[in-house]
């Protein structure tokens, strides 16, 4: 069984990841230092949301079989078989693309943070009946758009996050 997989963007991964670690550190600096517990709680509140955002991302897969899709996610997969696809649409907002498959009992939604998504496009099209492909995803699939707010926003964040922790620690040495 020949298997392809699509994984997350990478570039959104790494700076997510920094995220998750640099709000953890500046938790951990709030329980060692005198900080006010309010700081405490919402460095808290923020983390939990994050690390599950990030560990959702960092296991999402599609996986493109010879006679069927896998999605693979935190804690559960969700699998179509192609000859049960009764529509493949395409919703464009901005610069982020959603391909929706529907089959009669279920559907799937693939967005463009997959890497290489194009390829994944033009694989998945290859590999279901043209009837059920509409014409938006035809041409969606002729020239994908490719979405870099998300990245700049994760690097922007991180940014952020190594002002506060520099300030923060910079009283304590």
Not at 15 to 42: F, N, R
Not at 103 to 121: K, Q, T
Not at 132 to 156: C, G, H, M, N, Y
Request: with cysteine; net charge positive.
């Amino acid at each position: 069984m020949v298997t392809r997989s699509f994984r997350i963007r990478r570039h959104f991964l790494i700076p997510l990841g920094l995220v998750v670690s640099l709000t953890l550190a500046l938790l951990i600096s709030c329980l060692l230092l005198p900080i006010p517990l309010a700081k405490t709680l919402i460095l808290t509140g923020l983390l939990l949301p994050a690390g599950i955002l990030f560990a959702e991302c960092s296991l999402r897969r599609v996986n493109l079989e010879e006679d069927g899709i896998l999605v693979r996610k935190l804690l559960r997969d969700k699998r179509l078989r192609y000859d049960q696809l009764t529509s493949i649409e395409t919703v464009l907002v901005r610069k982020r693309a959603y391909v929706s498959l529907s089959s009669e009992e279920d559907f799937l939604i693939l967005s463009n943070s997959y890497d290489h998504f194009g390829d994944l496009l033009h694989q998945l099209l290859g590999k279901v009946p043209n009837n059920v492909i509409s014409e938006e995803t035809r041409q969606l699939a002729l020239k994908p758009p490719e979405k870099s707010s998300d990245i700049f926003s994760a690097w922007l964040a991180v940014a952020v996050l190594l002002l506060i922790l520099y300030v923060q620690l910079g009283g304590a040495f």
